[in-house]
């Protein structure tokens, strides 16, 4: 499945990203289709300083999905998979620092929710992987472990 993933961010980066780009642009240049009256495309990527960024984000973005893979294949899939519970409130934090986007009541709760659940599921695999629990016979003040 790893491979999949990252065949299909290497065409999006690569191939499907830049062939929308230009599509959309020879649309608006020759005023064929639906958007004769949109904008030139995105205002902001017309900058090369901010193109240089969104390429930037792109390799990092890429370079972060191979890493988290090859943590994958070094952890245990349960404890690794509890990692990214870490996404939902590092990206409410990113959210608030860059952006000053407060979290609101109904985010936070689904957040809890979901890192809830996900540490359930991390604790309900380590009790799994311990054993089954042994019994105990007791007799007065005297218990053997079975």
Not at 16 to 23: D, H
Not at 78 to 94: C, D, G, K, Q, T
Request: net charge negative; hydrophobic share 45%.
């Amino acid at each position: 499945w790893a491979t999949v993933e990252h065949v299909t961010d290497l065409c999006s980066s690569a191939i499907f990203t830049p062939v929308a780009l230009a599509v959309i642009t020879l649309r608006q240049k020759y005023g064929v289709g639906p958007d004769d009256d949109a904008p030139g495309i995105w205002v902001g990527l017309q900058d090369p300083n901010k193109l240089l960024l969104l390429l930037l984000l792109s390799v990092l973005g890429f370079a972060g999905l191979g890493l988290q893979t090859y943590g994958y294949q070094r952890e245990r899939a349960a404890r690794a998979s509890a990692m990214n519970f870490l996404e939902i409130p590092f990206s409410y934090v990113m959210q608030y620092l860059l952006f000053g986007d407060a979290l609101s009541p109904v985010q936070g709760l689904g957040s809890l929710l979901v890192i809830s659940g996900g540490l359930l599921n991390v604790f309900e695999k380590s009790v799994e992987e311990s054993g089954p629990l042994q019994s105990t016979d007791c007799e007065g003040s005297v218990c053997e472990m079975s």
